[in-house]
């Protein structure tokens, strides 16, 4: 064969070899395309509250439709069993207990002029119209849904503080699109105004009280097509001119002759209509709206590409990569582009240093959401604590639950302390950390929500506080991350009088009914008391729980409940009644939020969360393992009704993320994870500096769930729990699985929290 051909040859396999790597290399990109495992109608159904619709990793805009709101199932705007759209916000909360925003509605119709969304039950009242799920799509970053009374397509997708909606129209129709400023999620406008500037441009503003008190949210919206006719309405009374403001201002939007698609893009802003302005310019200053979806699934891959997960088990995955997903809706950004933000006091904030955040749902997130972002979201957690900062220098105490500058002062705890010390103790430096000092101290020692009592270590009065012993021990959780804190920080006294207050939970303890229970002032216990109570005169000392479900509520102290219940053995005995605990008669009151439940367990609220990790402090991992296996197949599943309770700005998830890697932080400041049974054959953590962290279980399986033993970085590792640290530094732990219970965990000095 002469050269020639043989050079041809050799050209031939080349590209041939050039194509197989080509296809082999797209077919490895898709591989690692988390997106393509997300469901976004996962907790949609049931009680689970998740936002359906369009947004990217904790974006200020999250646009998505609302149906009628008919109450607690409908606290995001949407749930699966409705067949009904009004139309489509800008703003909505994922999994929360109580229902707001739905700011800014917009919905396009065709036919004649509705000003009003109608009644429900009779189709054609006004301007909503029913939809199909067979003709219903979702994925992180996009939406779209078609509305079968208009024959209208409805898609969305979004920035950070702009959405993208595109509307095809049907052809032959009169089309309108009505901006309804009085429509909220279980709130009340309060003032609204919308103004065209010209032809192709709105701006506006929506203030409103509802959870968040008085909310202010400014818009501007943008066209593709110029908005031949507009009109503005105070509800159905028809205004002169092109603006108007009262409380429930509507612009409806009309053409000369109707766009086959018109295209609508959304800014919002705390701030200013000129800022809202300014985002639309900055984020999305062109029209291709598949390339605004595409770059919103860049993001969202970006960031679940943070963990990778290897598994025979498809539907496994999808839940995990779902669960991550939900965990990075919130908190959302309340800033504009430009850095400016609007504060709780309601000044404006100019060119912040960092990026602002709100939707802080932190007696939710601080057991496992916000010990995640420590590690994935690291870049992230600096601005989170700056922005927890910034509330207290201007409200005088750290948030509790803090929504779009309203601290609303939801649920008892002053959590937003252990997470800024955990993150202070974790090696987080990008904020002051004498102001982070401070402000936990100075939270810690206010006079308000009975603080008084805990800061003179004194039981709060359950005849002068509600949900007292939830406060109480809320209270000494937070009082040891500041004493661990201060203890870092070289601050000796201020170290041994917040261990003293952390100890204050024993205060709350009847030796009698060995529960903690609520005490008047003058010391007596409560009269009124039934352990499996959750609601009623019984149930007043705790919050969306029982005695049984915060008898454990110690995590910053577990040797001390251990003994205060009477010693190691007589703690196990009493941790597996929990599980079995059923009262004589039936507690036909028992709350909504109170779900997810084996025996007295209450997977489905946030107290119950570290309790089956509880039973490594005593030596007996493989009941963890076997409660943490049974949880994360009955609890979590690929379907609208996959989440057991509200999903709480992304708690929920994380628990099952920590518990899918296979540990879990029971007391965050301490920087141990403790160990459960990792669900996957393999999982990643992608880190800060190219530092890979590897679960590796052996012989992992449906049957093999008790971890026999393990190796760290190819060095034996008895303990039953591993430190941050640890993780922060890379590398292997490798785990062998089995399907008996082993000596792993058994031995006092392998065991969390000595």
Request: glycine fraction near 10%.
């Amino acid at each position: 064969m002469n050269s020639r051909l043989l050079l041809a040859k050799y050209s031939m396999i080349l590209s041939l070899t050039m194509a197989l790597a080509f296809l082999t290399s797209l077919q490895s990109l898709k591989a690692q395309d988390p997106v393509r495992y997300v469901n976004p109608f996962i907790g949609s159904g049931g009680h689970g509250h998740v936002f359906v619709g369009a947004s990217v990793p904790f974006g200020a805009v999250q646009t998505g439709p609302d149906n009628f709101f008919k109450g607690w199932d409908w606290d995001s705007g949407y749930h699966y069993g409705d067949s009904v759209v009004i139309g489509f916000a800008q703003t909505h909360l994922s999994g929360t207990g109580i229902g707001d925003l739905g700011d800014v509605l917009i919905m396009p119709y065709t036919g004649a002029v509705k000003t009003d969304k109608g009644t429900e039950t009779i189709p054609g009242s006004g301007y909503a119209s029913r939809y199909s799920h067979k003709q219903e799509t979702a994925r992180p970053g996009y939406y779209s849904v078609h509305l079968s009374d208009y024959d209208i397509n409805v898609e969305l997708t979004a920035s950070e503080r702009v959405a993208f909606h595109q509307y095809h129209f049907p052809a032959g129709k009169e089309a309108h699109v009505i901006i309804d400023l009085k429509e909220g999620i279980n709130d009340q406008s309060t003032e609204t105004y919308i103004r065209r500037t010209d032809l192709h441009t709105l701006v506006g503003y929506r203030y409103s009280k509802g959870w968040a008190k008085n909310q202010w949210l400014y818009f501007a919206i943008r066209s593709s097509e110029p908005l031949d006719q507009f009109q503005v309405y105070d509800d159905s009374k028809l205004l002169q001119g092109d603006s108007g403001r009262s409380d429930a201002i509507k612009g409806l939007i009309g053409f000369n002759h109707t766009p086959a698609l018109l295209k609508l893009k959304v800014g919002i802003s705390p701030v200013s209509t000129s800022n809202a302005l300014a985002n639309i310019d900055a984020e999305i200053p062109g029209w291709d709206f598949q390339q605004t979806e595409k770059l919103a699934t860049e993001k969202w891959n970006r960031e679940l590409s943070k963990v990778s997960v290897e598994t025979k088990n498809e539907k496994d995955k999808c839940i995990f990569y779902t669960a991550l997903f939900h965990a990075m809706i919130d908190p959302a950004l309340f800033n504009d582009h430009n850095k400016d933000y609007r504060g709780t006091d309601k000044q404006v904030y100019k060119n912040a240093s960092f990026n602002n955040y709100s939707v802080f749902s932190l007696w939710d997130t601080y057991r496992a959401e916000n010990p995640l972002f420590t590690l994935l979201q690291p870049e992230r957690v600096n601005d989170m604590i700056n922005s927890m900062l910034a509330i207290y220098q201007q409200q005088g105490m750290l948030p509790i639950w803090h929504l779009m500058g309203n601290e609303t002062g939801t649920m008892p705890g002053i959590s937003g302390v252990q997470i800024v010390a955990e993150a202070y103790l974790k090696g987080f430096r990008g904020f002051d950390r004498n102001l982070a000092y401070e402000a936990v101290k100075t939270t810690a020692m206010s006079d308000k929500l009975g603080l008084k009592y805990a800061r003179d270590l004194k039981w709060i009065p359950s005849d002068q506080q509600h949900s007292s012993v939830a406060k109480g021990l809320e209270y000494s959780i937070s009082d040891g991350s500041i004493a661990r804190m201060a203890r870092e920080m070289g601050k000796s006294d201020d170290y041994q009088y917040f261990l003293k207050r952390s100890e204050n939970y024993k205060q709350y303890f009847d030796p009698a009914t060995r529960f903690f229970r609520g005490r008047t002032a003058d010391g007596r216990w409560d009269e009124a008391y039934d352990p499996f109570k959750s609601s009623g005169p019984a149930a007043r000392a705790y919050a969306e729980g029982n005695s049984w479900q915060y008898l454990w509520l110690v995590p910053q102290d577990v040797n001390g409940l251990m003994s205060l219940l009477g010693g190691e053995q007589n703690f196990l005995n009493r941790l597996d009644s929990l599980f079995i605990a059923e009262p004589l008669v039936k507690d036909t009151e028992v709350l909504s939020d109170v779900t997810g439940t084996i025996g007295q367990y209450a997977h489905g609220n946030e107290p119950s969360h570290h309790i089956i990790y509880l039973y490594a402090y005593g030596g007996q991992p493989w009941k963890t393992a076997e409660k943490a296996r049974f949880i994360m197949k009955n609890m979590y599943l690929d379907d609208p009704d996959g989440v057991i309770g509200n999903e709480d700005c992304g708690q929920m998830s994380a628990w099952y993320i920590f518990s899918a890697l296979g540990f879990y932080p029971v007391f965050p400041a301490s920087g141990e994870y403790v160990m459960g049974s990792p669900l996957f054959d393999k999982a990643t953590l992608h880190l800060p500096g190219n530092k890979d962290f590897t679960v590796e279980a052996i012989n992992n399986g449906p049957e093999n769930i008790y971890i026999q033993s393990m190796e760290l970085n190819g060095k034996k590792y008895d303990q039953s729990f591993i430190r941050h640290e640890d993780i922060l530094r890379g590398g292997l732990l490798k785990i062998v699985m089995g399907n008996q219970q082993g000596d792993f965990g058994k031995a006092k000095e392998d065991r969390p929290g000595q």
